[in-house]
């Protein structure tokens, strides 16, 4: 029937069937496992590689909603899976977002305050109230103070542990290791008298060495940026994250969730 048809209206045709697959994907996946979304910075009206504009992560948000999804915390998340908090139910999303760029205050902040999101913002504290383009402490305080915002570890000043490995002999390279996941967890609990447990690997390099690492320093789970969807059961130092720059909302943004769901 279909190859009876002009070409212009089979392209249609076929076009409205990815669109509808694409679009009620991620609801039949939802009991599967959650998709923790992982964003950088945020601007009003420029894209680029890390970051999106202020209209498609609202549009982002509304999608989620409209498809189902509930956000949660990801400290929820977690304990859920251990037993230790409410069950999840599979119709969660999780919203993180690395690094402590200014913009996470000045627009994602006030986002989230009207619509009451919960988000969990991944910090390295080096950067903190000393580079030009970083957060401060007195706004990572006033953001953990509302109730929205949990902040978690970044490593101290985001290495990339491959070059670091490269470069050090065994045994410095794992006190490199060390300081960095350690002095970043001391740092952050310090300034913000909150316990750190979880960390975002720089760059999503994660290794058993780096794992074994987080743990003697005192975390509790890892969490990666494969993309993919979380699930209970998987590696607790290895958790995939799903990166999200300027994905536009809509068929785009649904085939970024439908890609992740494909991924075991």
């Given at each position: 029937?279909t190859a009876?048809l002009?070409?212009?209206?089979?392209?249609k045709?076929?076009?409205c069937?990815v669109l509808?697959?694409?679009l009620?994907?991620?609801?039949?996946?939802?009991?599967e496992g959650v998709?923790?979304l992982?964003?950088h910075?945020?601007?009003?009206?420029r894209?680029?590689?890390?970051t999106?504009t202020?209209p498609?992560f609202e549009r982002q948000?509304d999608?989620?909603a409209?498809?189902?999804?509930?956000?949660v915390?990801?400290?929820d998340?977690?304990?859920?899976?251990?037993?230790?908090?409410p069950?999840v139910?599979?119709?969660?999303?999780?919203?993180t977002?690395?690094d402590?760029?200014?913009s996470v205050?000045?627009?994602?902040?006030?986002?989230i305050?009207q619509?009451?999101l919960p988000?969990?913002l991944?910090i390295y504290?080096?950067?903190?109230?000393?580079?030009p383009?970083?957060?401060?402490w007195?706004q990572?305080?006033e953001m953990?103070?509302?109730?929205?915002?949990?902040i978690?570890?970044h490593t101290?000043?985001?290495?990339?542990?491959?070059?670091?490995?490269?470069?050090?002999?065994p045994?410095?390279?794992?006190?490199?290791?060390?300081?960095q996941l350690s002095r970043?967890?001391?740092?952050?609990e310090?300034?913000?008298?909150?316990?750190?447990?979880?960390?975002?690997?720089?760059y999503?390099i994660v290794?058993?060495?780096?794992?074994?690492?987080a743990?003697?320093?005192g975390?509790?789970?890892?969490?990666?940026?494969?993309g993919?969807?979380?699930?209970?059961?998987t590696?607790?130092?290895a958790?995939p994250?799903i990166?999200?720059?300027?994905?536009?909302?809509g068929?785009?943004?649904?085939?970024?969730?439908?890609?992740?769901t494909?991924?075991?």
């Open positions: 029937m009876a002009p070409t212009a209206t089979r392209h045709v076929t076009s069937v509808l697959l694409l009620f994907a991620p609801l039949r996946a939802l009991g998709p923790i992982a964003y910075r945020f601007d009003p009206a894209a680029g590689p890390t999106t202020v498609v948000l999608w989620l409209a498809h189902g999804y509930t956000i915390r990801l400290r998340l977690f304990e859920g899976w251990q037993g230790r908090g069950a139910s599979g119709r969660e999303a999780v919203l977002v690395d402590g760029h200014e205050y000045t627009y994602l902040y006030p986002i305050r619509r009451h988000v969990t991944f504290p080096s950067a903190i109230s000393n580079a383009y970083a957060l401060t007195e990572l305080a953990e103070n509302s109730g929205l915002v949990d978690q570890s101290f000043w985001h290495p990339d542990f491959r070059k670091e490995r490269a470069h050090r002999t045994q410095d390279y794992r006190a490199f290791v060390d300081t970043s967890r001391a740092v952050l310090k300034r913000l008298g909150k316990p750190v447990e979880m960390l975002a690997w720089p999503g290794d058993p060495e780096l794992e074994a690492a743990a003697r320093a975390y509790i789970a890892g969490f990666a940026f494969s993919g969807l979380a699930r209970p059961g590696d607790s130092f958790i994250r990166p999200v720059a300027n994905q536009m909302p068929a785009l943004f649904a085939g970024l969730l439908t890609e992740a494909s991924e075991k």
